[in-house]
């Protein structure tokens, strides 16, 4: 077969997942000329729009509101961002909706996936994207199922890491340093105003994950003390020649 151009796919519940979880993971991406695609299933607009609902908008403003924000984060990141509009809180996983992930998944021919844990007690959302998301990469590749395109082969997961990582069964077993994006990122994290709060949060967890990453890497990779990272975990085994 031909070798796929790289290609990460992310599935991710609500319109600032992406951002705060994965925006170096996908800046660092589009920095190398990859593609990036994601898949929003909601616009968080019920669950994760307080302001806006304070501010009295209604729910279609707030679905417009949060649309923009997350087409000007993915721009700023260098990403094509899908809305599929299935409703937040709560998000159910559907047949349907799992079929129109599986035609994505055939369009794009992903090369890497990155999407939410399957543990989350804190927001159910986030869960029912994952499994949504792992399901249409099985029924993808599955030669038989009925959707359009090619099959897809058996593209690596990464779970980026949920806001209660503790809670959420999550420990850190790829550290990715996103220092050379790190502006980048923030720069995304600023175009999502309903969600303001989480601003600092997120640069205060970049900044612990470098200090990790830089304790994990060994003493001689040069690693700044500013360094910035992402965490992931890997539900599937990685396959490799050498271990490193």
Not at 52 to 58: L, Q
Not at 114 to 140: I, K, S
Not at 154 to 181: C, K, M, N, R
């Amino acid at each position: 077969m031909p070798e796929l151009t790289a290609h990460t796919l992310v599935v991710t519940a609500h319109a600032g997942d992406f951002v705060w979880r994965a925006g170096g993971a996908i800046a660092l991406a589009a920095s190398r000329g990859e593609r990036v695609t994601i898949a929003c299933l909601t616009f968080g607009e019920r669950g994760e729009s307080a302001s806006e609902w304070r501010a009295g908008r209604t729910l279609e403003e707030i679905k417009a509101s949060r649309r923009a924000e997350a087409e000007s984060a993915a721009g700023v990141l260098g990403a094509e961002v899908r809305f599929f509009d299935a409703g937040d809180y709560p998000l159910k996983v559907t047949d349907e909706l799992t079929h129109e992930l599986v035609g994505l998944y055939r369009e794009v021919q992903p090369t890497v996936v990155l999407t939410h844990t399957l543990e989350d007690p804190y927001n159910g959302d986030h869960p029912a994207a994952a499994r949504m998301a792992l399901d249409a990469r099985v029924l993808a590749g599955a030669i038989g199922y009925p959707a359009e395109g090619e099959v897809v082969g058996a593209p690596p997961v990464f779970y980026f890491e949920p806001h209660q990582p503790e809670q959420s069964g999550f420990a850190p077993e790829v550290l990715l340093d996103i220092t050379e994006v790190w502006d980048t990122k923030r720069k995304a994290m600023e175009c999502l105003p309903a969600q303001k709060h989480l601003w600092e949060y997120y640069t205060d967890l970049g900044r612990r994950r470098g200090v990790q990453l830089r304790r994990n890497a060994g003493p001689n990779l040069g690693f700044a003390s500013n360094t910035y990272a992402e965490a992931f975990m890997r539900p599937y085994p990685q396959v490799t020649d050498r271990l490193a």
